[in-house]
């Protein structure tokens, strides 16, 4: 990915199986949300391709795809700086985020004839039972941004949720939480998977939570991949001490 005479991704390619939980890690600014902004749409890479392959076995090519188009194929984000819709309830952020899977377009919206009513119904109950996974329940009725820290950091996966990913991608989900949030963090992130089977990747600076949960480590600096493997791998890598790990093995 290239901005101008930068080069932010230099030939960075990884693989995410389907159930697996992969940890995306690296120094500031190495290129880890140039990377999911590729992925998900935002950008459109200069080079290379971004390819998901459907649970039927079908790929599709997500370069030049509109980040919902890319949501609708079956994959969600999260994002480093919480961007929730801040004056609507925490009911209706989650309805949003099941807008993708409607079938009501605007005409039924605005004639809502018994179908489009149907539908809409569906959409709250779904919402409901979402809240309820992440114990979000009791806030229903309250504005977003009312709720604490940690429960907008889970409204945020909530929402994700609830477009129905194969694939979700949180971008340093742990940041700013405290030691008891990141634990119940680290035990939901687990629990999806395990309920929902989807795959998830993550980046993430909090080391503890990233050994504990991952299946696969990829890690970049300066735009680049130095190193991939298992967390036991990851930890005894000397390039990976060198570039970012140095500190908490020292510790």
Do not use: W
């Amino acid at each position: 990915m290239n901005f101008g005479g930068l080069c932010a991704l230099d030939q960075v390619d990884l693989t995410i199986s389907e159930n697996e939980i992969v940890a995306l890690i690296g120094p500031n600014g190495a290129g880890k949300t140039t990377l999911f902004n590729c992925i998900t749409g935002i950008y459109t890479p200069t080079r290379g391709d971004v390819v998901l392959t459907a649970r039927d076995g079908s790929e599709s090519r997500l370069n030049g795809l509109k980040p919902d188009q890319v949501t609708a194929k079956g994959m969600a984000r999260t994002f480093q700086n919480i961007r929730l819709f801040q004056n609507m309830t925490v009911l209706e952020n989650v309805m949003i985020g099941r807008h993708c899977r409607m079938r009501t377009g605007i005409p039924g919206a605005v004639l809502r004839p018994p179908r489009a009513r149907a539908e809409e119904k569906k959409v709250i109950a779904d919402s409901y039972q979402i809240l309820e996974k992440f114990a979000l329940d009791r806030h229903v009725n309250e504005f977003a941004k009312n709720l604490p820290y940690g429960a907008q950091r889970r409204l945020e996966i909530a929402r994700a949720m609830a477009t129905e990913p194969m694939l979700l991608l949180l971008d340093e989900p742990a940041a700013g939480m405290n030691a008891q949030e990141t634990k119940e963090l680290d035990a939901m992130i687990e629990q999806l998977r395990s309920q929902e089977k989807i795959s998830i990747l993550l980046i993430e600076h909090d080391m503890k939570l990233v050994m504990n949960l991952s299946d696969h480590i990829f890690v970049v600096d300066y735009g680049k991949k130095i190193a991939q493997g298992t967390p036991m791998e990851i930890r005894k890598n000397p390039a990976v001490i060198k570039a970012y790990l140095g500190e908490e093995i020292d510790a």
